[in-house]
């Protein structure tokens, strides 16, 4: 019998809040676009808050800025890859402040990708035994893999995605045809090469099939 939904966020959340650490649990939750990892660290989020303080953070609050990330085309999958995000912010305001030996004043985001500018926020202080879910793509290439002290990695058939992108993504691109040709050119094949370079199912904790959203199925779990 497949598991419910809810019964495995409960399942996933007491596995994570099994992981002891002396500073702040870093937690990735990675995979492609449209497969559903905001709703899952959400869920997660809220489970885990009942027993631990929580700090909600995402990749698109620390993109790079258009001209870095267009930098090789539009529609470049190597530019989708390469160029999207700072990950050198990522890891000198977030994942190494939040580590071992450190003082736990992180910076919840750095720039607004809708307006193309950065954005002026002071760090903030985490709490004792916090958890951190981080959600976004491409967080287990090897620059950030190293800094995570727990990883979840969602998987889903890129047509699955590409069905989902043209409800979600229409408002953002302007009809369904942008949606498809930027899949299909830039976001698809960008997956691709991070599953060549990274190797991201073979570094994660727990991998999941999240073809059906509401009924996961888990393909690989290291405790």
Do not use: C
């Not at 989902?164 to 498809?180: C, I, K, L, N, Q």
């Not at 991998?207 to 690989?220: E, G, Q, T």
């Amino acid at each position: 019998m497949l598991e419910t939904r809810e019964k495995f966020v409960v399942r996933l959340a007491d596995e994570l809040l099994g992981r002891a650490v002396s500073h702040t649990l870093r937690v990735a939750i990675d995979g492609p676009d449209a497969a559903g990892k905001t709703i899952l660290a959400n869920d997660l989020a809220a489970q885990i808050g009942v027993a631990r303080p929580v700090i909600r953070l995402s990749i698109d609050r620390f993109h790079n800025p258009r001209s870095v990330r267009l930098a090789r085309g539009s529609l470049s999958p190597e530019g989708f890859y390469y160029d999207s995000f700072d990950h050198g912010r990522i890891i000198e305001s977030v994942l190494r402040p939040l580590g071992p030996g450190r003082d736990g004043r992180y910076l919840p985001g750095a720039f607004d990708y809708r307006t193309d500018r950065p954005v002026v926020v002071g760090t903030e202080q985490a709490e004792a035994g916090a958890v951190l879910l981080f959600d976004g793509l491409f967080l287990l290439r090897p620059e950030l893999r190293a800094f995570w002290d727990a990883s979840v990695y969602l998987r889903v058939d890129p047509e699955v995605a590409l069905s989902r992108a043209r409800v979600r993504d229409v408002d953002m691109f302007g009809s369904v045809e942008v949606v498809e040709e930027r899949y299909r050119h830039r976001y698809l094949p960008g997956q691709r090469l991070y599953q060549q370079v990274a190797r991201p199912e073979e570094r994660a904790d727990i991998v999941l099939d999240m073809n059906d959203p509401l009924a996961p199925v888990v393909v690989r779990w290291v405790e």
